[in-house]
């Protein structure tokens, strides 16, 4: 298990939703600063030089970074007929060697020799994501498909870089994958109580949980 690439945005116009997207990311060289954001709504994310501008609903501690595995790019590659490079999905992290959609919420990962991160949440495909990919009904496919990747949080900061192992450093005791979180939030919302058990979830959808719990 090991990053294949690390990528930063590059600004570009957001047709989807105007104004600004960091969606284009690409591979960069040699190693990358990771730091603590702090809380949504500046904009500011785990890679130093890297930044969202739809500042409410993307970036700050709990997706901090976006990590997508190489393995599910290639499966979209041959299913959409279309090159993904890494990056490709806007992610930060392309993993290889990682089943990324089945790590565990509250998995920890250490990534080369001073990174840390939590895995927190599965991303949510917007108008941004279909928008960049071009792909008519995207939100419904990439749904359909249940293979989301995972945003984490920054747990110890440093540097991490391309080839970079990845060692899985924590296991939390349940069964609330990425997955099984993304199909819960988004088209079997009466698996929302059992997200109850994923502490390191975000509180925003802790709360969601319980009010589905408590209906």
Not at 7 to 14: A, E, L
Not at 66 to 71: D, F, K, L, S, V
Not at 73 to 85: A, C, I, K, Q, S
Not at 160 to 176: E, F, S, W
Request: contains cysteine.
């Amino acid at each position: 298990m090991q990053v294949l690439s690390v990528n930063v945005g590059r600004p570009r116009s957001n047709p989807a939703k105007g104004g600004l997207t960091g969606i284009d990311k690409r591979p960069v060289d040699g190693p990358v600063t990771v730091v603590v954001p702090g809380p949504k709504g500046t904009g500011e994310v785990g890679l130093v030089g890297d930044r969202v501008y739809d500042v409410k609903h993307h970036g700050g501690t709990d997706q901090a970074v976006y990590a997508y595995a190489r393995e599910d790019l290639d499966g979209w590659e041959t299913e959409l007929d279309v090159t993904l490079g890494n990056g490709g999905f806007g992610e930060n992290l392309t993993t290889v060697g990682l089943d990324v959609n089945q790590a565990l919420i509250g998995e920890r990962w250490r990534i080369g020799p001073d990174v840390v991160l939590e895995v927190t949440s599965p991303r949510i495909p917007c108008s941004t994501f279909q928008h960049w990919l071009g792909q008519r009904g995207w939100i419904k496919r990439f749904t359909r498909a249940a293979l989301p990747g995972a945003y984490l949080r920054v747990i110890e900061p440093g540097q991490l870089r391309a080839a970079d192992p990845i060692v899985v450093v924590h296991r939390p005791d349940h069964q609330v994958t990425v997955e099984f979180a993304f199909r819960a939030m988004t088209v079997e919302p009466d698996l929302l109580p059992q997200l109850l058990a994923a502490a390191a979830l975000p509180e925003a959808e802790r709360e969601r949980a319980r009010r589905r719990a408590h209906r």
